[in-house]
């Protein structure tokens, strides 16, 4: 997880910072530029799932997006 964190850190996407109620933890926050990428990579994201849901029906999709749900039904 650190070394994830540490790339992350590293690229500009997230920011550590002291806890101010936990003087010996860390606060890992998203920065202005790690939220325009995920907006950006999520609209991807749902761009590419329209696209590859499209031949199937409405409730396959329901399947597809929440497995778990379909198999407690």
């Excluded at 933890?25 to 849901?53: M, P, Q, S």
Aim: no cysteine.
């Amino acid at each position: 997880m650190v070394v994830l964190i540490d790339a992350l850190e590293h690229s500009g996407l997230v920011e550590r910072r002291r806890d101010p109620v936990d003087r010996q933890g860390h606060e890992v926050n998203i920065t202005t530029i790690g939220a325009k990428l995920l907006h950006t990579a999520t609209n991807a994201i749902r761009v590419v799932e329209r696209d590859l849901l499209a031949p199937v029906s409405a409730q396959e999709q329901r399947q597809f997006r929440n497995p778990a749900e379909q198999a407690r039904s």
